[in-house]
C-alpha cells in the first residue's frame, strides 16, 4: 500500500482546517474565523483500500511575538521535517502577500515534494485561478499545483489522488480504522475552545484555553459527563465570557456540546467552567501544562 506523511501549511484563515474535516467526512471539524485556532499539530488519518495518508495540520505560521507563538513557530518547522510532503495551502488572493512569501521562502530550504493548492477556488473566475496558478509555477518549486474548494468539496478527491501518485510504498502507521492520534479529550478541549473563540470579541480569544476537569461516560448509559474550564487572563476577560447572566456561557456551551456529541457520538452533559489566571500565555511552565508542548 501506499503511505506517508503530510504536512499541511500555509496562513490562518485559508482553509485548512475546513480540507481536513471534508477529508474526514466531517467527523471533527475544527474551523474557525479567526486564527490561531489549531493551536496543537493534529494528525488527522485518511484511510482506504490501497493507502493511509497522515495529514499533519500545523497551527498558523505567524511571526513570534510571545512565547506561545515561538512555540507555535517551532512546531511548523518541526512537522515538515518529519513529512514525506509538504501541502502548501493558498486562498483566492489575486496577489502573493507577505507572510505567504516569508512560507515560500522558508519551504524553498526544504528538500521535499510540494503540492501547491489553491483553495476557494469557488470565489474565483476561471481566469483569475489561471493567473494564480500561472504566479506559482512560475517559481518551479511545487511538483504538482491543484485549484480545489474545501468547502463545496470540488477536487478534494483530485487531491488526495496526487498524494497517492506522489507517494512510495509503505506500512500502515496507525490503526486502519483511526482518523486521529489526538485523545478524545485534547478533540473535545479544542472544540470548545473553537466554539468560544467563534462567539468572543477579539480581545479575548488569545488569552483562552480550555482544561478538561472531567470526562467519564455513565454506566449503562450512553451518556458522558465532561466538566471543563475555559481559562482566560484577566477578570475583565471572565466577565465578556460569562456574559450577560451566563448568556455567552450558555452558548458556547451549547454549540460545543453539539458537536462533541457528533464527535464521540452519544449524549454529553456538557457543564462550563471560567476562570482566571493571569498572564498564562507568558509563562511558560503553564504553556507546557497546558499541553501545547
Ligand atoms: P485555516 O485557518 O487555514 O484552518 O482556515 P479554516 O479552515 O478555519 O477556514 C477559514 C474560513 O474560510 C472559514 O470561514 C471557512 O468556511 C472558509 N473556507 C474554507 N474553505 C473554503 C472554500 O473552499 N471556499 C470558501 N468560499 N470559503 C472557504
Ligand atoms: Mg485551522
Do not use: C
Amino acid at each position: 500500500m501506499k503511505s506517508g506523511f503530510i504536512s499541511v501549511v500555509g496562513r490562518a484563515n485559508v482553509g485548512k482546517s475546513t480540507l481536513m474535516a471534508k477529508i474526514l467526512g466531517e467527523k471533527i471539524s475544527i474551523i474557525s474565523n479567526k486564527a490561531q485556532t489549531t493551536r496543537d499539530k493534529i494528525q488527522i488519518i485518511y484511510n482506504d483500500e490501497e493507502s493511509q495518508i497522515i495529514f499533519i495540520d500545523t497551527p498558523g505560521i505567524q511571526t513570534p511575538s510571545n512565547k506561545l507563538q515561538e512555540k507555535l513557530f517551532e512546531f511548523s518547522e518541526e512537522s515538515l521535517k518529519e513529512s514525506d510532503i509538504v501541502t502548501f495551502v493558498v486562498d483566492n488572493s489575486l496577489e502573493i502577500g507577505r507572510l505567504d512569501k516569508e512560507i515560500i521562502a522558508m519551504l524553498e530550504r526544504i528538500r521535499l515534494p510540494k503540492i501547491l493548492v489553491i483553495n476557494k477556488v469557488d470565489l474565483l473566475r476561471e481566469d483569475e485561478l489561471d493567473q494564480i496558478k500561472e504566479k506559482y509555477q512560475a517559481m518551479d518549486m511545487f511538483d504538482q499545483i491543484i485549484g480545489i474548494s474545501a468547502l463545496e468539496d470540488k477536487n478534494v478527491k483530485a487531491y488526495i489522488e496526487a498524494i497517492k501518485s506522489m507517494l512510495d510504498e509503505g506500512p500502515a502507521y496507525y490503526d486502519r480504522d483511526m482518523i486521529t492520534d489526538k485523545s478524545e479529550r485534547f478533540i473535545v478541549s479544542e472544540i470548545i475552545r473553537e466554539k468560544a473563540l467563534n462567539n468572543l470579541s477579539e480581545e479575548v480569544p488569545h488569552g483562552i484555553a480550555v482544561r478538561i476537569d472531567n470526562f467519564k461516560e455513565r454506566e449503562n448509559k450512553r451518556l458522558i459527563d465532561i466538566d471543563a474550564t475555559i481559562i482566560v487572563e484577566r477578570n475583565s476577560h471572565k466577565e465578556i465570557v460569562i456574559g450577560k447572566g451566563g448568556s455567552m456561557v450558555k452558548k458556547i456551551g451549547m454549540e460545543a456540546r453539539k458537536e462533541i456529541e457528533t464527535f464521540l457520538d452519544s449524549k454529553v452533559n456538557l457543564k462550563l467552567w471560567v476562570k482566571v489566571e493571569k498572564d498564562w500565555r507568558k509563562k511558560e511552565k503553564m504553556v507546557d501544562r497546558f499541553g501545547y508542548k
